[in-house]
């Protein structure tokens, strides 16, 4: 039996996934109506973001369903789709997509405004996550959460260059942009402060654990065979509450950043001082 408190989080998980996926829908339908206001290249780069969000949007649905704790082997919903190969492949494809969303809004401010900082940062970004990813799958095949903490400290030091880079822009940039470059800062922060303080340590810690009971790795070889056999089904909350933090978040605000980047207001450069505007003291 599913335990009440598992049952209603994974309610949530899903109905806020059915929810997403209006919300895409939906600014599938509003880009279309805009495509007559923006310029062909503006356009463009939001049909881009489009493609690139469904590819997060739907992956986090497929994971909300079918929640799986890739370490530990263990899963909601006894199936195949629910194995650790099929939804950390389903993870991998989704985190590209999300992380090429936050390349190419960078790369479109930094060429409007010129910013030489942000324009490394987005060519930088997307083969740094791709390491993370690599880090990732070594600890999910051999089970040694140490690939995890360098994959997560990867991730939040992704997050601090985009802050950097944000934070160089900002003087660059349209006022009229700048609200929503906060938003993003603080999100940025947020989020690099969560990594660094919380998911980092958390799976440091159960690296440590692990090394001091001799926990025996898998090989590559090995892990490919048990991700794609083995799955233990869990209905206990003591066993998903340490995954339903970062679950939660990622699930839903870290999606909502990724359609909200479809309709990103199009870039400017800040309007040059008039003749007659005072110069500072």
Known sequence: ??????????????????????????????????????????????????????????????????????????????????????????ATFAELCFVAQWALMLREISRATGSGVGRVASFVVVPLIAIAEAFSWYSVLTTSNLGHVLEESIWGFSAALMVVSLVAIWPRCDRTLRPLLAVWCAAGIAYVAFMFLIDVPMYWSRWLADEAAGRAYLSLGQGVLDTSQRWEVSHRWEDWRGEVTWMSLYFSVAVWLSIALVHAPVASRAAAPGPHSRSPA
């Open 1 to 90: 039996m599913m335990s009440a408190e598992v049952f209603l989080w994974w309610a949530l998980l899903c109905t806020v996934s059915g929810l997403n996926i209006a919300a895409w829908s939906l600014s599938f339908a509003v880009l279309a109506r805009r495509q007559p206001l923006l310029s062909p290249e503006a356009y463009a780069h939001r049909r881009l973001q489009l493609l690139l969000s469904a590819g997060y949007v739907f992956g986090c649905a497929f994971r909300s369903a079918l929640p799986v704790y890739d370490v530990g082997r263990m899963v909601m919903i006894d199936s195949w789709l629910s194995s650790v190969i099929v939804g950390r492949s389903v």
